[in-house]
């Protein structure tokens, strides 16, 4: 055989076994994250935190006064809104006989490191396995995350998941306080939440903010701590009860409005609400999560007040007060452009990721513009922008103000990384879009 021959076919042999190699999923999955880790050193994506356009100089008059001359948002409701009666948000006390520590077993631990951003998955499987579920996060993702390298899953996606693929029941609620988590631990339900937290980034290395999920399985008052099942820290790098002291959980939880989530069985519904009280409904928990978010305007500052001035646009987006949530997020956003820089941890842009009421306020205020650069600004927090809601919002403002055919990039764009998403679906049709390319 010619020379050439003979080396052209070692060529092709070459080829042929490093592509069967790298179709092995384990291998491409790490190959990916080499090249991206190597795109991400050379061409880090930009990084700038959003300003709102509209009455900006208004806006910085009123956020950088004195905690004292800060306006309190009330929230204004709709005419047919019904009447509700007062609440009482005073801790409520726990049960006499319950005991200092409490850990609740029979949670079968998992963790993310299976894929992207895995940590709603785990988590979720977590606290549905405490109820006999017999799946795994593997399982959630594959529903949860059609797109398996989309940034992030919402909580209500989380919620409809166990509804209707696992057939347990669950409660989403906001505005949640350390003594609510304990007697729902003491009542004997494992409670699952979302928090900001500082974590090493897979794909550069660097310890930057974003959100993330845990789940809650016990407490004990003589360490002042929760028990949790972390997804992220897994063993046997780290222990599987793992301790996360009060301070610590409350200001983590405070960035994504004490979010939490319950999952039961169907027959513990009137068991939970009665530990539930107030926050057995849906009006009173943002009421709740409201006040929470006055006081600590009022109390708290650094980044914590930025959070608190979010959650409270948050919760005002939840009731429809769309006038007033601008106001927060505005004051929100122009104070958080006032702290100093080593205040502002890394990528606290991708707050939007996890929280999207700003999109909703500056919309329905006919802040078109502004939506479409908190979108921009969200989106360029990373090299890998796979974020459905980011793109839609962007693609309805776009439609908004006539550019049809960049919000059908847009669209597009939201339907590749999340196939079927209803909201985007719908505004094509409305828009009488021709279908995705």
Not at 262 to 285: E, N, W
Not at 295 to 316: H, V
Not at 319 to 335: K, R, S
Not at 400 to 422: M, R, T, W
Request: overall charge negative; glycine content about 6%; proline content about 8%.
């Amino acid at each position: 055989m010619p020379r050439p021959v003979k080396f052209l076919l070692v060529i092709l042999g070459f080829m042929l076994v490093m592509c069967m190699v790298v179709s092995i999923p384990p291998i491409r999955t790490r190959l990916g994250s080499l090249f991206t880790r190597i795109q991400y050193a050379l061409f880090p994506p930009k990084e700038s935190l959003f300003v709102p356009q509209s009455s900006v100089a208004t806006t910085v008059f009123e956020t950088l006064q004195s905690a004292r001359d800060l306006p309190t948002l009330v929230p204004s409701f709709p005419d047919d809104t019904p009447t509700t009666p007062p609440i009482d948000t005073s801790p409520q006390p726990t049960a006499t006989n319950a005991p200092a520590r409490i850990v609740l077993e029979g949670i079968r631990y998992m963790d993310q490191h299976f894929g992207w951003n895995m940590c709603a998955p785990a988590n979720l499987a977590m606290a549905l396995s405490y109820w006999g579920w017999p799946g795994t996060a593997v399982d959630v993702a594959r529903a949860v995350k059609p797109f398996d390298r989309d940034k992030n899953v919402m909580p209500y996606e989380l919620v409809d998941y166990a509804r209707n693929d696992a057939h347990l029941e669950a409660v989403l609620r906001y505005g949640g306080t350390i003594t609510l988590i304990k007697q729902l631990l003491a009542g004997g339900f494992p409670v699952l939440i979302e928090k900001g937290a500082m974590i090493r980034e897979t794909i550069s290395g660097q310890v930057t903010w974003m959100g993330h999920y845990s789940t809650v399985v016990g407490y004990d008052d003589d360490a002042e701590a929760f028990i949790t099942r972390d997804s992220y820290y897994s063993p046997p790098d780290y222990p599987l009860d793992y301790m996360v002291t009060y301070s610590d959980f409350i200001q983590g939880w405070r960035a994504i409005d004490y979010t939490f989530i319950v999952i039961y069985k169907p027959d513990m519904t009137d068991k939970l609400f009665s530990i539930l009280r107030d926050y057995g409904d849906a009006l009173h928990s943002d009421q709740i999560a409201i006040q929470i978010a006055q006081d600590e305007i009022q109390t708290l500052g650094g980044l914590d007040r930025f959070f608190a001035r979010y959650n409270l646009g948050s919760s005002l987006v939840r009731l429809n007060n769309f006038a007033d949530a601008v106001t927060a997020y505005d004051q929100a956003y122009v104070y958080l452009n006032s702290l100093p820089h080593e205040q502002v941890p890394p990528k606290i842009g991708r707050m939007t990721w996890y929280q999207t009421g700003p999109y909703y306020a500056y919309f329905y205020t006919g802040r078109y513009q502004d939506v479409i650069d908190l979108a921009t600004s969200s989106l360029n927090m990373t090299d890998e922008p796979f974020m459905e809601e980011s793109y839609y919002w962007r693609g309805r403002s776009r439609a908004s103000i006539g550019d049809n055919q960049d919000a059908a990039v847009d669209l597009c764009k939201s339907l590749e990384y999340h196939p079927g998403f209803e909201p985007t679906l719908t505004l094509m049709q409305t828009l009488n879009l021709p279908p995705c390319p």
